[in-house]
């Protein structure tokens, strides 16, 4: 249990270092932080003290509420990077490979600054993850492995 509790801690403080050093200045000035359009009850969009982040977004990819780990995974996530002064984008999935393509699409539209996603399928996802990475949107692959991109 301590093991898993360090390996989450290490991950976000890997992400928010991650964030910090990516030195990609964008004025926010026109970011309403709404999740227009999106009907899923699974989806929350919520806004955090953006006090020395300048407003930056996390988009956060679960695979499925059905599991209590990854609800827990989820919700560490999310308040983590909220505690940190991050507006965040949290989805599942409910093991829908193409509901995970478009929960990733939506957070790529709404110019998310990061993305960490626990994919249903690694190798499903490459289209979307070519998508981050010409939008200039560095991804961390949460416990499982995103292959064959041109991002990799």
């Known amino acids: 249990m301590k093991k898993r509790i360090l390996a989450l801690a290490l991950a976000a403080v890997m992400a928010l270092a991650l964030v910090a050093c990516g030195g990609n200045s964008t004025d926010n000035t026109n970011n309403t932080g709404s999740n227009a359009g999106?009907?899923?009850?699974?989806?929350t969009s919520d806004t955090g003290d953006s006090?020395?982040?300048?407003?930056?977004?996390?988009?956060?990819a679960m695979p499925t509420q059905s599991l209590e780990?990854?609800?827990?995974?989820?919700?560490?996530?999310?308040?983590?990077?909220?505690?940190?002064?991050?507006?965040?984008i949290l989805t599942y999935s409910d093991n829908d490979t193409n509901r995970q393509v478009n929960d990733i699409q939506n957070m790529i539209a709404e110019d998310v600054d990061l993305l960490v996603i626990a994919a249903i399928d690694g190798e499903a996802l490459n289209t979307v993850m070519n998508e981050a990475g010409e939008?200039?949107?560095p991804v961390i692959a949460y416990d499982r492995l995103i292959m064959n991109d041109n991002a990799s």
């Open 69 to 88: 780990r990854w609800n827990r995974d989820g919700s560490y996530l999310d308040e983590q990077f909220k505690s940190a002064g991050y507006e965040t």
């Open 135 to 137: 939008a200039g949107i």
């Open 38 to 43: 999106n009907t899923s009850a699974n989806n």
């Open 51 to 60: 006090g020395s982040t300048g407003g930056q977004k996390v988009g956060i």
